[in-house]
T-cell receptor
Framework: ELKVEQNPLFLSMQEGKNYTIYCNYS?????LYWYRQDPGKSLESLFV?????AVKQEGRLMASLDTKARLSTLHITAAVHDLSATYFC??????????FGGGTRLMVKP | NAGVMQNPRHLVRRRGQEARLRCSPM?????VYWYRQLPEEGLKFMVY????????ESGMPKERFSAEFPKEGPSILRIQQVVRGDSAAYFC???????????FGSGTRLTVV
């Protein structure tokens, strides 16, 4: 059974600082997703990582994937208040079902 | 091209009533997935459907919950005799096939009082 764990669960940062969210998954998966969710809203797709060593960047966010370690990271550079949200990683099972991590609630303080 | 449409956005039901949640996938998408999100938690897979077929319902509670995706019309997630523990956000997602990631709808927030 595929299990996905994220840490930390809660992250309070100052604006301008860097930090990394970690996502571990328990069994082989061929795709790793990162989503953003604002309170009361749906999930916004941020990144899809398909292969070992994949790195994708969008603005202040950069995601990477190490399939051997079964680890993905979401790195935040020079955080700004607008990045405050909950971030989820998810890995896919056979048949395209996703198993989600518990989420990381990010709060960026001025 | 409209995204995945879910309605209603908010639904309040008394204990013992039935809840019907609707999901219209994106145009050209024949794969539909339902997920449930309890407060302060991640999403949990419930059921995966293709037109007129349930492909995987391993995440669906055995009683009171059912799902369908008819040839015509939206996918329906039906919860009979709702209980307080059913209060959650229910998200639908669709994809054109299994090699694609998918797009989530805005969700239906069910409150059981």
């Amino acid at each position: 059974e595929l299990k996905v764990e994220q840490n930390p669960l809660f992250l309070s940062m100052q604006e301008g600082k860097n930090y990394t969210i970690y996502c571990n998954y328990s069994t082989t998966s061929d795709r790793l997703y990162w989503y953003r969710q604002d309170p009361g809203k749906s999930l916004e797709s941020l990144f899809v990582l398909l292969s070992n060593g994949a790195v994708k960047q969008e603005g202040r966010l950069m995601a990477s994937l190490d399939t051997k370690a079964r680890l993905s990271t979401l790195h935040i550079t020079a955080a700004v208040h607008d990045l405050s949200a909950t971030y989820f990683c998810a890995a896919n099972n056979a048949g395209n079902m996703l198993t989600f991590g518990g989420g990381t609630r990010l709060m960026v303080k001025p | 091209n409209a995204g995945v449409m879910q309605n209603p956005r908010h639904l309040v039901r008394r204990r013992g009533q039935e809840a019907r949640l609707r999901c219209s996938p994106m145009k050209g998408h024949s794969h539909v997935y339902w997920y449930r999100q309890l407060p302060e938690e991640g999403l949990k897979f419930m059921v995966y459907l293709q037109k007129e077929n349930i492909i995987d319902e391993s995440g669906m509670p055995k009683e009171r919950f059912s799902a369908e995706f008819p040839k015509e019309g939206p996918s329906i997630l039906r919860i009979q005799q709702v209980v307080r523990g059913d209060s959650a956000a229910y998200f639908c997602a669709s994809s054109p096939d299994t090699s694609y990631g998918y797009t989530f709808g805005s969700g239906t927030r069910l409150t059981v009082v």
